[in-house]
């Protein structure tokens, strides 16, 4: 399987436990993107990536939400202390923006990580 | 003013009829605009993409764009129950900036 596959696809912990989520993108794509979705809503963007470096963070992003991508292919999104309120479907998409006018980036989305917070 | 706006529906289509989906933007500098489709308690896949003023066709769907309006649509012809899910808009405003999502709509449609 070549999509973006994510790592666990369910997670349920206690509240103020540390968890950490994987994503593997499509290999050749440079972005990475991290969503959050609660029902009902659309994807929240949190944080992207091009390549290695971590270009925009939401400002809905708390000091307790690090993501890392060291060798530009895979990423990982950690919560740390989490809360109820983090219950949430994560999704991670890649991408390769096309440098073309007009700019597309056209991503495409791993099955998700559903993190229950107990 | 939120940046993409969708109606959250439901919206309810007999089988068989044409389903119109609506969204909305804010930024005039927008370049391109994506169409997702999302199950429930599943990830969004995507349908179709467009950036040019116009229809663009591919099967059952087509995307319409009128810029100046800022507004984009996605026509679901001969819709059938399995064409049942959640529709979310995206769009990628100018220069290397994040893709925005609309809250999506619910689409139903009736056997």
């Known amino acids: 399987d070549t999509g973006v596959s994510q790592d666990p696809r369910h997670k349920i912990t206690k509240r103020g436990q540390n968890v950490t989520f994987r994503c593997d993108p499509i290999s050749e794509h440079n972005r990475l993107y991290w969503y959050r979705q609660t029902l009902g809503q659309g994807p929240e963007f949190l944080t992207y990536f091009q390549n290695e470096a971590q270009l925009e963070k939401s400002r809905l992003l708390s000091d307790r939400f690090s993501a890392e991508r060291p060798k530009g292919s895979f990423s990982t999104l950690e919560i740390q202390r989490t809360e109820q309120g983090d219950s949430a479907m994560y999704l991670c998409a890649s991408s390769l923006p096309r440098d073309s006018k007009p700019l597309t980036d056209t991503q495409y989305f791993g099955p998700g990580t559903r993190l229950t917070v107990l | 003013q939120k940046e993409v706006e969708q109606n959250s529906g439901p919206l309810s289509v007999p089988e068989g009829a044409i389903a119109s989906l609506n969204c909305t933007y804010s930024d005039r500098g927008s370049q391109s605009f994506f169409w997702y489709r999302q199950y429930s308690g599943k990830s969004p896949e995507l349908i179709m993409f467009i950036y040019s003023n116009g229809d663009k066709e591919d099967g059952r769907f087509t995307a319409q764009l009128n810029k100046a309006s800022q507004y984009v649509s996605l026509l679901i012809r001969d819709s059938q129950p399995s064409d049942s899910a959640t529709y979310l808009c995206?769009?990628?405003?100018?220069?290397?900036?994040?893709?925005?999502f609309g809250t999506g709509t619910k689409l139903q449609v009736i056997p």
């Open positions: 995206a769009v990628l405003a100018g220069g290397y900036q994040k893709v925005t």
